[in-house]
C-alpha cells in the first residue's frame, strides 16, 4: 500500500511538473529542491507519500467516488 501512495503522488507530481517546468525551471536551486521533495516523497523516514495521500488525494478521490 506504501509504494502505491508513492507511485500515485509521484505520478500526479510528474504530470504537473511536464506542464510547470518551463515556467519555473529558471527559479535558484530549482532542481535541488525538486531533487529533495522526491526524496523526501521516498523516504520511509518522512513518509512524505503517505502524508499527502491521505491528507489530500484520498479525500479528493472519495468525494469523487459516489
Known amino acids: 500500500v506504501r509504494w502505491m501512495m508513492y507511485w500515485i503522488v509521484f505520478a500526479l507530481f510528474m504530470a504537473t511538473e511536464t506542464f510547470t517546468d518551463l515556467l519555473i525551471s529558471w527559479?535558484?536551486?530549482?532542481y535541488e529542491v525538486k531533487m529533495a521533495f522526491v526524496i523526501w516523497l521516498?523516504?520511509?523516514y518522512t513518509r512524505g507519500a503517505s502524508l499527502l495521500?491521505?491528507?489530500?488525494?484520498?479525500?479528493?478521490l472519495a468525494r469523487r467516488e459516489r
Do not use: G, I, W
Not at 527559479?27 to 530549482?30: Q, T
Not at 495521500?53 to 479528493?60: D, E, Q, S
Open 42 to 44: 521516498l523516504s520511509p
Open 53 to 60: 495521500y491521505r491528507r489530500f488525494l484520498h479525500p479528493t
Open 27 to 30: 527559479f535558484p536551486f530549482y
